[in-house]
Every structure is written in structure tokens, then in C-alpha cells.
């Protein structure tokens, strides 16, 4: 493990994790940009920032949607990142072949919700000695996420955690229940929620995912009220034009306010 990643060990501190980024590696001057700003942002505030990226967007609706850049160039740019910043970097992974590949670029190897079942591409992600992130499938409870991480472990690697998306509410929503954050943390590992992706409207007519970014600090301030170890948002200077997901993302220049709101939260809930 890397020296950058022993953020993650402290996440019990007064502090919590902001895993940050834009939803997909759309170049390396945007994707720079963003990282310097967020960097910036919470080297003030004291936040540990993960930067997150997907390298490829392997789930979308229709077959003209953006899916990426190219894997080895935007894992590259990602790298650079990491490097450039001395921060944690952290991307998903879509199947068993794929661990091996990005962690050779990324600090944490992130699982889909969709598929946090795939015992394949766990043990994968389990055997690169890497952080696995593992996303809480829409359709799961919270209790069942349990499997998925002695999945992990019993693999060889105690480096897990847990995020939480929301849960499919009809067919349209998603819906967060916040009890599911502590029966997560049953697990002895961080728990994080992921805001943006939880304010999702998937399944649209149009076959692109729909949003309500204006619930974000709603999402934000309840989570962290509940006591999550860390938060995950996708941002974007320019949400309206951002290749993917970009209906619910947060707008890049609201990040500082939204931040030191939740600062003021966690240590009002780290007294209790």
C-alpha cells in the first residue's frame, strides 16, 4: 500500500473522506483543472480527498453514449493525478481481467453496484492487494453487503470498504435509507455514501439518466448527520456539458460552500 492511502485508516478521525471527481476521465487538461480545485479546497478545510475518475463508462443506456477516452489514456491521466497531487486515486472496474490492469494505475479499485455480487471480479480486486471499494447494489439490503466484503477478505485483503448509492425506488428513483449506513459499519470498514449517484433518475424515456442535483446538500447533510466515514460526489465545472452523468452532478464552484457545511455537521455529531 502506498503512504497516500493511510487517509483512509484515519477516517475515524474528526474528519471524514471526500472521494471527489468527475463521473468520467474526459481529458487530461479538464480532468486537471478539476483536481487542483478540489485539492485546493481541502487542503484548507483539512478534508483526505480520494480523486475519482471512471476510466471507461461500461454502463450506459445507449450504445452512442460516452463510454471514455481510451482505458490506458485516461488510467495515464489518472496516474498523473496521483502523482501530481500525492493523492489517492479511485476508478471502477468492470470484470476479473481488469483489476490487474488499472491497479497498476489507481490506489482503490472500485466495484459497480451492479456488480458487487460478481464473485470473480471481487477475489480479482482482492488479489491486486488494492483498496476495493465496493458499491452497495441498488437492489441489495444493506445486512447483505456482508458477503461481498468476506468475499474480499477472505481472499487475502482486509482492505475493503463500503458505499452506499441508494435503492431503487419504482423504477425511475432512487431512494437512500439511512439506516443501512451503521448496519454497513457492522463490517469494521469505512463506510462512504455516495451523494450524487443516489439522486439518480435512471431508466428515462430518452435513455439518458436524469437527476436532482438540488437534493444534494440534502442528501449530504443527512448522511453525514447519521455518521458516515466519508462522502463520494461527482463534480464538474460545467455539469450541463460534462460527457456523462451529468444531470446529477454538482456544479464544481458549489463544492467549498457544500463542504464546510458538512465540516460543521460532523463536528457537531462527533460530540455525541
Request: some cysteine.
Amino acid at each position: 500500500m502506498t503512504n497516500k492511502i493511510s487517509i483512509i485508516e484515519n477516517c475515524k478521525s474528526d474528519n471524514f473522506i471526500l472521494l471527489a471527481g468527475p463521473c468520467a476521465i474526459e481529458g487530461e487538461e479538464i480532468v486537471m483543472e478539476i483536481a487542483e480545485k478540489i485539492v485546493d479546497i481541502t487542503n484548507r478545510l483539512n478534508i483526505p480527498f480520494v480523486f475519482k475518475g471512471s476510466y471507461r463508462k461500461a454502463n450506459r443506456s445507449r450504445l452512442d453514449s460516452f463510454t471514455g477516452i481510451g482505458d490506458i489514456k485516461a488510467l495515464e491521466i489518472l496516474k498523473k493525478v496521483g502523482d501530481k497531487f500525492n493523492i489517492p486515486t479511485v476508478t471502477d472496474i468492470h470484470s476479473a481481467e481488469e483489476a490487474e490492469m488499472a491497479a497498476k494505475y489507481v490506489d482503490i479499485l472500485q466495484i459497480p453496484a451492479f456488480l458487487c455480487r460478481q464473485t470473480d471480479l471481487l477475489v480479482a480486486a482482492a488479489k491486486t492487494g488494492k483498496y476495493v471499494n465496493i458499491k452497495k447494489g441498488q437492489f441489495l439490503s444493506a445486512e447483505s453487503m456482508k458477503f461481498a466484503v468476506n468475499k474480499v477478505r477472505e481472499s487475502g485483503n482486509d482492505n475493503v470498504m463500503l458505499t452506499d448509492r441508494g435503492n431503487m425506488f419504482g423504477y425511475q428513483d432512487m431512494i437512500v435509507d439511512y439506516r443501512g449506513i451503521p448496519e454497513m459499519q457492522k463490517n469494521n470498514c469505512p463506510v462512504i455514501l455516495d451523494i450524487t449517484h443516489s439522486l439518480q433518475q435512471p431508466n428515462q424515456s430518452a435513455g439518458v439518466t436524469g437527476g436532482k442535483p438540488e437534493l444534494i446538500e440534502t442528501i449530504a447533510r443527512a448522511g453525514m448527520a447519521v455518521g458516515v466515514d466519508g462522502i463520494f460526489i461527482e463534480t464538474h465545472p460545467d455539469p450541463a456539458n460534462a460527457k456523462s452523468d451529468g444531470a446529477n452532478m454538482l456544479k464544481l464552484d458549489y463544492l467549498e460552500n457544500l463542504l464546510v457545511k458538512l465540516l460543521e455537521i460532523k463536528k457537531l455529531v462527533s460530540k455525541f
